[in-house]
């Protein structure tokens, strides 16, 4: 069977109440596009064009990420946030002019209530490497830590590859030609950026709940998260507003569709609001996210097919550069984290 589905249950920090809704987050097989069987590939589209335009969240099974990569990543990524604090400042990211590197707690701030505060995780994040060029493109920094480089750069390469293989099920399940997206997933100069974060374990804050990440939506078109088995990532049910569990998978990936696609698809894919709770217990969380956010003049307009007849666009075009700064304002400049727009006003 390709598809399963975990039925959310409700968090301790989530009351039980018959009327809050379920929210289903399918786990879906994408083994028969890959080996391109076209029936198994007919159904894994149709489930995916359900979960993109309902909870715009799914989990991702049968991809070509093996489980020895994701194993030497994790590990990696959890020797780099256990360094000496003066190793991971030797590579912040406010001494790199392409915005890469290490961010200490509370250096960003997804949630835009001024009342709620900068998040609880530090972070680490790589790009493209390429000379020092536009806004988000340049170097890399990376810390003195063996073997740390060379698995954080193949499993760079091949999310890249998976990403590209997500966004031709994408175009099928939008009825376009499957290679839509290509030059999209696949520009060399596209803006690609695999980032770590560690949350440690918060108390509880006044309003009851710790905060690892505050609410928000995703900036680029397409999110892949490796988490591991600690839990405390919420999806927002926009009707009954209520938050419900992305309950880890081992060895799955979280996919979520963010606001290009949102916009690009005239608001059928869903960029849905998610938040993360540190950790109560004296565990830490781990996770690695990949962020696909395409060519930075590339102009994001609604997709012909996602326009049914008397349909109106319900977003004006708006170029990636444009739409990644005034993002980046909101996450940083709000509390006085500064970022370099190389050559922007
Ligand atoms: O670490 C997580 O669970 C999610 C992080 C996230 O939502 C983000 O960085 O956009
Ligand atoms: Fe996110």
Request: overall charge negative; aromatic content about 12%.
């Given at each position: 069977?390709?598809t399963q589905s975990v039925t959310i249950a409700e968090t301790a920090a989530t009351k039980v109440d018959a009327s809050v809704p379920k929210m289903d987050i399918p786990i879906i ?18 489930d995916?064009?359900e979960a993109c335009t309902s909870v715009g969240f799914l989990q991702i099974v ?147 709940r710790?905060?690892g990440?505050?609410a ?9 998260l490796?988490q591991d088995d600690v839990g405390g990532l919420e999806v927002l049910h926009r009707a009954s507003d209520t938050w419900h569990p992305v309950t880890p998978v081992e060895?799955a990936y979280v996919m979520n569709i ?12 869903k960029?849905t609001m998610h938040r993360v709770l540190?950790p ?5 969380r781990?996770t ?58």
């Open positions: 069977m390709a097989n994408i083994s028969p596009f890959l080996a391109g069987d076209a029936e198994g590939t007919a159904k894994l589209v149709a995916f064009r049968g991809h070509p990420i093996s489980h020895d990569l994701q194993e030497r990543l994790m590990e990696g990524v959890v020797r780099f946030f256990q360094l000496p604090m003066e190793q991971k400042e030797a590579i912040s990211k406010s001494k790199s002019k392409s915005n890469r590197g290490y961010e200490r707690i509370g250096d960003q701030k997804l949630d835009d209530d001024p009342n709620v505060t900068a998040d609880q995780k530090e972070a680490f994040s790589i790009r493209t490497d390429k000379p020092l060029g536009r806004f988000l493109q340049g170097p890399n920094h990376w810390p003195d830590l063996p073997g740390f480089k060379e698995s954080y750069t193949e499993y760079y390469n091949a999310m890249r590859g998976f990403s590209q293989a997500l966004f031709r099920i994408i175009a099928l399940s939008l009825n376009l030609d499957e290679g839509y997206f290509d030059r999209f997933a696949s520009d060399p100069d596209g803006l690609a950026a695999l980032r770590s974060h560690h949350y440690p374990p918060t108390p509880v804050d006044v309003t009851g710790t905060r990440a505050g928000h939506t995703d900036f680029g078109a397409l999110t892949l490796l060895g963010g606001d290009l696609l949102e916009r690009w698809t005239n608001g059928h894919y960029s540190s109560l217990s004296l565990k830490d781990y690695c996210a990949y962020f696909n956010e395409g060519e930075l003049d590339q102009v994001i307009e609604c997709i012909p097919t996602c326009l049914a007849p008397g349909e109106k666009p319900l977003y004006p075009p708006i170029k990636v550069q444009d739409h990644l700064l005034s993002r980046w304002e909101r996450a940083y400049t709000s509390i006085g984290t500064t970022f370099y727009r190389a050559d922007q006003p």
